[in-house]
């Protein structure tokens, strides 16, 4: 929900996932995948699961509700960019693992040292990111 001109808040996650699903109604019948950081990262990922899309988290502040919200069978990757010392790095670790244990692809990628901030060369390594997407690698780890 928008805060402020340069500003969004996703306090109501059910508002939010409605949001959404109406943004990308008209998207159905195209290949995309959802990104998020910091709270959008939560919505996004919410999203993912909920819509079967590919997922790519920056410094995603995921909550102990959303992963309880991991389907026995993912469908979808999903790839993690996160800080070493970032405080939602534990919940993005145990989302990683809890879909790798259910058989889907699931990786974290450091962006470096540092807490809940983007480093100077994020652009290089969100490209690299969206790079484990492309081609038919689901899965494989590529």
């Not at 070493?84 to 879909?99: I, V």
């Not at 790798?100 to 100077?120: I, K, N, V, Y």
């Amino acid at each position: 929900q928008v805060t402020s001109s340069d500003g969004f808040s996703w306090d109501d996650p059910a508002q939010g996932l409605r949001d959404l699903e109406a943004t990308t109604r008209d998207l159905e019948d195209t290949d995309y995948l959802l990104s998020g950081t910091s709270q959008g990262g939560n919505l996004a990922f919410l999203g993912a699961l909920k819509l079967g899309r590919d997922y790519l988290g920056v410094m995603p502040a995921l909550t102990d509700a959303s992963l309880s919200r991991i389907p026995d069978v993912p469908t979808s990757r999903f790839v993690f960019l996160i800080g070493d010392d970032d405080p939602h790095r534990k919940n993005a670790a145990r989302a990683c693992e809890s879909l790798r244990d259910r058989g889907a692809h699931g990786e974290m990628l450091s962006l470096g040292a540092g807490g809940h901030w983007l480093p100077d060369d994020f652009a290089l390594r969100y490209e690299r990111a969206l790079q484990r997407f492309s081609g038919a690698s689901s899965g494989s780890g590529n």
